[in-house]
């Protein structure tokens, strides 16, 4: 018999391709502890309910774990994401009942910040417009269009939200002669400065900034924290890019913004409803560059973090504290050991 169960949903829709049905890369951590991992189907939310009742550890695939969930845990010390954005789960339940909410900040930086800079880099120099240009006969077209743009060295850079990634996107974003300033209300101004980065207040960055990109997680502080009001404040030539999350922008506002020219274009990765409906004006959209929430995505990605998820539980139910915690104000009263890395790691 298992020493653990440790439950999870199997994954629909489009993601359920890409997830491989033995969990062979989640399991590499779980059995030298005597984990079991029980799988259940996708779309049996009764079920999936049931067994996470008596378990161990959950991993959240792309299901919600709710407050109802959360309450009829009986002895759970640790809900897994292989994820950033905890949006998907009741957090301040999973602190009532001191259960570690535990994600993967740190394993897809790179990518989202490489692909932030590309959408950076095609929105602003218009590369779908004048790619349909050079196709569909309009070659001649493509030059006079960028007179109308000044050239991107010089630009100012802001950056709403300043953790890994944003970071990340600065570093890759000195070097083409921007000025980058920043607006995070939880991150020292030093922290900043250090980096040769400047900080300013929201409305300030939105005025300034040539190019604005959206870093913020998802909570109810930043729902539609960019709005009406917020794109009013921008240049009409400007362009806003986003590969957080899409419900921290008010989507309707970001269409009328480009509808009515407030702003100059958009570079998206996220939106509020995923896939959007197709009659979405965004899709319609020349001045807009969208992918289909894909930064993350790269062939590393994958299974870097499965195998982290596992590994997060391994030290959970070993009696160690997580490497990342969403809640970690749980840990101090856990009864865990606070983890440390190996001398040789």
């Known amino acids: 018999m298992a020493k653990y169960k440790v439950v999870t949903q199997a994954m629909a829709g489009p993601y359920a391709a890409f997830e491989e049905a033995s969990h062979d890369l989640e399991i590499e951590a779980l059995t030298p502890i005597g984990a079991e991992l029980v799988v259940v189907p996708a779309g049996k939310d009764d079920e999936f309910v049931e067994e996470a009742r008596d378990a161990d550890a959950i991993i959240a695939a792309r ?12 002895k759970c010390k640790i809900i897994a994401m292989g994820s950033v954005g905890a949006d998907r789960i009741d957090v301040a339940a999973a602190t009532a009942r001191g259960i570690p909410v535990t994600n993967v900040p740190d394993v897809f ?3 989202v910040a490489d692909h932030a800079m590309m959408l950076i880099l095609a929105t602003y ?3 779908t417009i004048i790619d349909s240009m050079a196709r569909d006969g309009r070659w001649k077209e493509g030059r006079p269009l960028l007179y109308g743009y000044p050239r991107l060295m010089g630009q100012t850079l802001g950056l709403i939200s300043f953790g890994n990634v944003s970071r990340s996107v600065a570093a890759r974003a000195a070097p083409f002669g921007l000025h980058i300033v920043a607006f995070d209300p939880y991150i020292g101004e030093l922290a900043m400065t250090r980096e040769r980065i400047e900080p300013v207040g929201l409305t300030e960055l939105l005025q300034r900034s040539d190019i604005v990109s959206m870093h913020a997680p998802y909570t109810s502080e930043t ?19 986003n590969t957080g999350r899409g419900d921290t922008v008010d989507e309707v506002a970001l269409i009328r913004a480009l509808e009515e020219r407030w702003i100059g274009g958009a570079g998206l990765d996220v939106l509020e409803k995923e896939p959007p409906d197709q009659d979405n004006p965004l899709l319609k959209m020349d001045k807009v560059v969208l992918t289909p929430h894909a930064a993350s995505a790269s062939s590393r990605m994958e ?14 139910l070993s009696g160690r504290w997580p490497r990342a915690c969403v809640n970690p104000s749980v840990l101090e009263g856990s009864g865990l050991r606070r983890w440390r890395p190996h001398p040789m790691e």
């Open 125 to 127: 120099r218009r590369l």
């Open 109 to 111: 930086i790179d990518e």
């Open 223 to 241: 729902h539609h924290m960019i709005g009406q009001d917020q794109f009013r404040l921008m240049k009409p030539h400007a362009v806003f890019i």
């Open 303 to 316: 299974p870097e973090r499965r195998r982290r998820v596992g590994r997060e539980i391994a030290l959970v």
């Open 63 to 74: 299901n919600t774990i709710s407050k109802a969930v959360i309450d009829g845990l009986e």
